[in-house]
């Protein structure tokens, strides 16, 4: 008897599913970055910076892109996930970074299971347990589906159009000053390079880095013939992420412009309420509760997708694995209410070693394993933007490793 529950990953021959699977591969990175943490920190350095944030984003997009690109060109024209290229540079490498992933997605997952129940309370008022329960059994129905991986495509390109449209409608209305916004995007008045630092890892750290490009090769979308798909996929799914931390930057800044302080303890939906009342409220919660799912769908997929090619068994039983992992991750949240802080510390510190790790591996691979790539020849100009984004994610390391003194106060 076959399993139900085994993702269907095959390539389809149809050019129309093939794009579907590509599409899907992009969202599933884009909303995978596009989680509560993502809302928060936008709401929070928004009322911070004001228009100066502006500049923040822009510097954060293109570093992403840069990430981004090497990410999916070493994996993509290789046709090998992250941690089969890490064991083959490194002996144990791979063993090393799917550790590190899978311990960073459970936790973190946690997490977006608690911000689909707060997004159900602020949108149809459901208690928080509730909501959280609700949600991660929606998010098991779509793994227990005959054919979960187009589900899976489906429902990330739906959910991120619905953001987007959502939180477009809210900056429009909130009237931010465009002016000041664009003046800041290019000379802005104040740089904070801590905000930057924090919303790069925010975007390409952890799981996050490799979603789409592991969704990707998946799909069926590898080699060397394939790079202009790869590049547009990787690029686009980075612009996705950018546009919507740009609108919800403008949705925000439209009113702490207007002088309005937001809370403290929940800024993000005060900011909402006060653009449009209760129906602000809800439609914050639509907005939460879609980015937390997706959040949930791609820390799920790409923490199993770690797994998968160390044992036979673990590609057979693949969706039952990724159940599982939803499964868990619900049980403790509604086990402890929220998620642990601590946990919360270690894992952000575990996931600011896997990018630089991670891409260190990967831009090995690029420069001296051209066998592993079948023989591509590998852009200087990429393989130089990669060396200088991995600089920049050491930096970032350092940083998440410094939290951990957090643990021991």
């Given at each position: 008897?076959?399993?139900?529950?085994?993702?269907?990953?095959?390539?389809?021959?149809?050019?129309?599913?093939?794009?579907?699977?590509?599409?899907?591969?992009?969202?599933?990175?884009?909303?995978?970055?596009?989680?509560?943490?993502?809302?928060?920190?936008?709401?929070?350095?928004?009322?911070?910076?004001?228009?100066?944030?502006?500049?923040?984003?822009?510097?954060?997009?293109?570093?992403?892109?840069?990430?981004?690109?090497?990410?999916?060109?070493?994996?993509?024209?290789?046709?090998?996930?992250?941690?089969?290229?890490?064991?083959?540079?490194?002996?144990?490498?791979?063993?090393?970074?799917?550790?590190?992933?899978?311990?960073?997605?459970?936790?973190?997952?946690?997490?977006?299971?608690?911000?689909?129940?707060?997004?159900?309370?602020?949108?149809?008022?459901?208690?928080?347990?509730?909501?959280?329960?609700?949600?991660?059994?929606?998010?098991?129905?779509?793994?227990?589906?005959?054919?979960?991986?187009?589900?899976?495509?489906?429902?990330?390109?739906v959910l991120g159009a619905v953001m987007i449209v959502m939180t477009l409608y809210v900056a429009i209305v909130s009237g931010p000053p465009l002016g000041d916004a664009l003046r800041e995007g290019v000379a802005p008045g104040e740089v904070d390079l801590l905000v930057?630092?924090?919303?790069?890892?925010?975007?390409?750290?952890?799981?996050?880095?490799?979603?789409?490009?592991?969704?990707?090769?998946?799909?069926?979308?590898?080699?060397?013939?394939?790079?202009?798909?790869?590049?547009?996929?990787?690029?686009?799914?980075?612009?996705?992420?950018?546009?919507?931390?740009?609108?919800?930057?403008?949705?925000?800044?439209?009113?702490?412009?207007?002088?309005?302080?937001?809370?403290?303890?929940?800024?993000?939906?005060?900011?909402?309420?006060?653009?449009?009342?209760?129906?602000?409220?809800?439609?914050?919660?639509?907005?939460?509760?879609?980015?937390?799912?997706?959040?949930?769908?791609?820390?799920?997929?790409?923490?199993?997708?770690?797994?998968?090619?160390?044992?036979?068994?673990?590609?057979?039983?693949?969706?039952?694995?990724?159940?599982?992992?939803?499964?868990?991750?619900?049980?403790?949240?509604?086990?402890?209410?929220?998620?642990?802080?601590k946990l919360l510390v270690l894992a952000g510190a575990l996931n600011g070693l896997i990018l630089p790790f991670g891409l260190a591996v990967l831009l090995w691979a690029a420069a001296r394993r051209r066998d592993l790539l079948g023989g591509y020849r590998y852009p200087?100009?990429?393989?130089?933007?990669?060396?200088?984004?991995?600089?920049?994610?050491?930096?970032?390391?350092?940083?998440?490793?410094?939290?951990?003194?957090?643990?021991?106060?």
């Amino acid at each position: 008897m076959t399993d139900r529950t085994t993702l269907d990953t095959s390539p389809s021959p149809a050019s129309s599913s093939r794009r579907g699977a590509v599409a899907g591969a992009m969202f599933l990175m884009a909303t995978s970055a596009i989680g509560p943490g993502f809302i928060t920190q936008t709401t929070v350095f928004t009322a911070r910076l004001g228009a100066a944030f502006a500049f923040a984003i822009v510097v954060s997009v293109l570093v992403d892109i840069a990430i981004q690109l090497n990410v999916w060109r070493v994996v993509g024209v290789s046709g090998r996930r992250a941690q089969d290229l890490g064991n083959r540079v490194v002996p144990g490498g791979g063993y090393a970074l799917a550790a590190l992933d899978v311990f960073g997605g459970l936790v973190f997952n946690i997490g977006n299971i608690a911000g689909t129940a707060l997004g159900l309370n602020a949108l149809l008022g459901l208690d928080v347990k509730a909501g959280g329960a609700l949600s991660a059994l929606a998010a098991i129905a779509i793994f227990l589906s005959r054919r979960a991986g187009v589900a899976m495509d489906r429902i990330v390109v739906v959910l991120g159009a619905v953001m987007i449209v959502m939180t477009l409608y809210v900056a429009i209305v909130s009237g931010p000053p465009l002016g000041d916004a664009l003046r800041e995007g290019v000379a802005p008045g104040e740089v904070d390079l801590l905000v930057i630092t924090t919303l790069i890892g925010g975007t390409v750290g952890g799981y996050i880095t490799y979603a789409g490009a592991h969704r990707m090769i998946e799909s069926g979308v590898t080699g060397p013939g394939r790079v202009a798909e790869i590049n547009r996929a990787a690029v686009t799914g980075v612009l996705v992420t950018g546009l919507m931390r740009v609108l919800l930057f403008l949705a925000v800044l439209g009113v702490v412009a207007g002088g309005v302080r937001l809370a403290e303890d929940n800024p993000a939906p005060s900011a909402f309420e006060h653009v449009s009342g209760e129906a602000g409220l809800r439609v914050f919660g639509l907005i939460m509760w879609s980015a937390a799912i997706t959040s949930v769908i791609g820390a799920s997929y790409t923490s199993v997708s770690f797994l998968v090619s160390f044992a036979p068994w673990v590609e057979r039983h693949r969706g039952r694995l990724v159940v599982a992992f939803i499964a868990v991750s619900a049980v403790i949240y509604l086990a402890i209410g929220t998620t642990p802080a601590k946990l919360l510390v270690l894992a952000g510190a575990l996931n600011g070693l896997i990018l630089p790790f991670g891409l260190a591996v990967l831009l090995w691979a690029a420069a001296r394993r051209r066998d592993l790539l079948g023989g591509y020849r590998y852009p200087a100009w990429l393989l130089g933007i990669g060396i200088a984004a991995w600089l920049l994610s050491l930096y970032l390391g350092w940083n998440a490793l410094s939290g951990l003194d957090d643990l021991w106060k």
